[in-house]
């Protein structure tokens, strides 16, 4: 039987889930792979080993990032840690602070960011403000509201008597209202605010009258402070149409309130003017705790129990509308912000295993949620963390197993890639500023920040030169222990153990790169015996396979023996010891043997040398016997 011709030219259906190994009819088969390890899909259709990752600092524990852009010559990247905040400029620390938050609440820590202030939050802790003056000079204070927002928490029936009408009184509530996290804690008695000094027990009180009260007798007009220790601070925060709103507290989580126009820390609802604060509960047949507000083509708020749609031109008490849009949900054990990409918005689903586009249909005027995961579902594990790379176009997910799933995003062209990202470790957060890719890595029980970087093709790796060479080559205290690949003068060195900080090359360099290494795999779908009408079982021959690469210098391919170096042209002896140049063309690869398992793929890439790897595209030639 005559050979046939396979070319496969694009790899924008990523990996593919294990379910649909019998879909050999989908579109994401024929663009897809079977395994995608530590690679990036070029929007074009290409496959290339992803860069290697910097060391930065180590961190004092594990830590949330968050970048700040103040202006476009000045963005830093803030690394939240148990009580502290260091400030990174480029890849030195310029600052520390102390904060009140613990390492329990980075996983719920929300943020947003207006010019040279960062608005910080989580439910157990009063929301602060975090304001830069210069690369060094930064503050971390509480927010300064000009009017708390109020609520009745305390049954309708419950009054409460206050002892006189100014100066130090005493309050008395004729049910169990008062806990010790009261003090503090404004409270609005027909109308006229006092603040809590002091707990005597569950139904007396000791405040301070900040508004002369019109009354002293008992009465039901009166309410405390929605933003308070004693029921909880805001969960989620945005600017929409030059309001701050605020998502969700601990005991009012479906509730969400916008401050006066301008006036951003004013919740007082005033008559209904259009200027004024706005604040109502989300009410439906399900749980919709808030998770996240998102300011996009309208406010977009994500709950527990699915997506809203917060309407009104312009956004009044008057003309703000409320729709349910989509049933997903959003996780609850950690907050996830949404990002957007070209327009839509991208969240993590409540399951654990969707990554969905909220985007908004224009003709029906309503938001359509469309699970971006839905043939790789099997990389998407729990997210913990997400941002998303525009100038490269990929959005990096942190999965609850340490992994690094991405996901090569380019609608126009109807590309969506998901590949695995896996290295010695387990990357626990990050965040993206100006096309790099910051992580905190927990690497041997401590934990680093490192970024991507192109330059590199090693891990939690540093660089270092000479003028004059030298073989021993010290800094790498951060790895002490461990076997480090080394690339010396542009070409693999071979791997050294590090000790006392220290490595010693069998030859002299005038430049070396050290750092873990990692191995990047390509494997493609199963061959489709059916396509042909042949039987599946049916004895299959892979005669040739032929790589077409753009500027590789290392290729190593399993046909069925393991992974083989290619050698991509006859080497000069004198240039042994050089940076190999790159490779581009096409590499035909002969094949030997038989097989009857066609639920295999018929090749690999699998290669740990550091050097790059783009692969363009591949055609097979087959042969198959009745």
Known sequence: MQPSREIKTSFTG??????????????????????????????????????????????????????????????????????LMQVFLNDALVAELAGPWSGDMLGQLGWTQSADTLLLCHPDMVPQRITRSSHTSWSVTPWSFVALPFHRFADAAVTMTASATSGTILLTASAAVFTAAHVGTQLRLGGKRVLITAIANATSATAQVMDTLSLTGPTQDWQEAAFSAAHGWPVCLCFHQNRLVVGGTRDLPNRLWMSQVGDLFNFDLGTGLDNQAIEFGLMSDQVNAIRAVFSGYNLQVFTGGGEWMVSGAPLSPATVQLTQQTRIGSPLTRLLRPVDVDGA???????????????????????????????????????????????????????????????????????????????????????????TLWLVVQRQDSFRLERLDPTLALDAALTGSATTPKRDWSGLAHLEGQLVGVVADGAPAGNFTVAAGEILLKEATTSVQAGLPFAHEVAPMPPDLAAGGN??????????????????????????????PVPFRRLDTALLDAAPPGFTGD????????????????????????????????????RITA
Do not use: C
């Open 587 to 622: 590499v035909r690869l002969r094949a030997l043997g038989w097989t009857r398992d066609a639920s295999k793929p018929l090749w690999r890439i699998h290669d740990a040398t550091p050097l790059p790897m783009t692969l363009l595209s591949v055609t097979t030639e087959t």
């Open 345 to 435: 918005t991208l969240f993590a689903a409540r399951s654990g295993r969707g990554i969905y586009e909220f985007a908004y249909a224009s003709p029906q005027q309503i938001y359509q949620a469309n699970d971006l995961a839905l043939v790789s579902h099997h990389l998407v594990l729990s997210p913990q963390d997400m941002d998303y790379d525009q100038i490269n176009r990929l959005l990096h997910v942190v999965m609850e197993d340490g992994a690094l799933g991405t996901l090569t995003l380019y609608r126009a062209e109807q590309v969506t890639a998901w590949t695995r990202q896996e290295t010695a470790g387990r990357i626990t957060a990050l965040a993206e500023l100006e096309g």
């Open 14 to 83: 990523g990996e593919v889930a294990p379910e649909l190994l019998g879909r050999p009819d989908l579109r994401a088969w024929a663009n897809g792979a079977y395994r995608l390890r530590n690679v990036f899909i070029q929007p074009t259709g290409g496959v290339t080993r992803r860069p290697g990752m910097r060391h930065v600092a180590m961190l004092p524990g594990a830590a949330r990032l968050v970048p700040f852009e103040f202006n476009t010559e000045q963005t830093y990247l803030l690394a939240f840690s148990a009580g």
């Open 535 to 564: 039987a599946v079982s049916a004895p299959l021959r892979l005669v040739s396979v032929t790589f077409r690469l753009l500027n590789t210098a290392s290729l190593a391919v399993d046909l069925g023996r393991g992974p083989q």
